[in-house]
């Protein structure tokens, strides 16, 4: 099992920037991908970046590409997600969620545990 507990979430103007942060407890933290997800009030759960085990390979969507980075640090079991050029629109509770194995994936489904969230507000 594996425990996450998001960090770094608050309120920032647009065009400001945040760092989020996860951290990880339980099983080998580099062998399983991890994802970053968010929901906005009334919609549904987002995809928003991935990256795989060893960090070579990461994934966003189309909406966050450029703006957001995913990274991750094996030897401290962190994840970080960067957000650059916030907008509006980003304000969500940001939440993040290990994989089931290596590969990283796009989908809820492929994320066996997920953490409690963090807030995310961008006013305009």
């Known amino acids: 099992q594996v425990q996450l507990v998001e960090s770094g979430g608050g309120l920032v103007q647009a065009g400001g920037s945040l760092r989020l942060s996860c951290a990880a407890s339980g099983r080998t933290f580099s062998s399983y991908a991890m994802g970053w997800f968010r929901q906005a009030p009334g919609k549904e759960r987002e995809f928003v970046a991935a990256?795989?085990?060893?960090?070579?390979?990461?994934y966003y969507a189309d909406s966050v590409k450029g703006r957001f980075t995913i990274s991750r640090d094996n030897a401290k079991k962190l994840v970080y997600l960067q957000m650059n050029s916030l907008k509006p629109e980003d304000t969500a509770a940001y939440y993040c969620?290990?994989?089931?194995?290596?590969?990283?994936?796009?989908?809820?489904?492929?994320?066996?545990?997920w953490g409690q969230g963090t807030q995310v507000t961008v006013s305009s």
């Open positions: 969620a290990a994989g089931f194995g290596s590969h990283a994936s796009m989908w809820s489904n492929g994320y066996k545990n």
């Open positions: 990256i795989d085990w060893s960090g070579g390979s990461t």
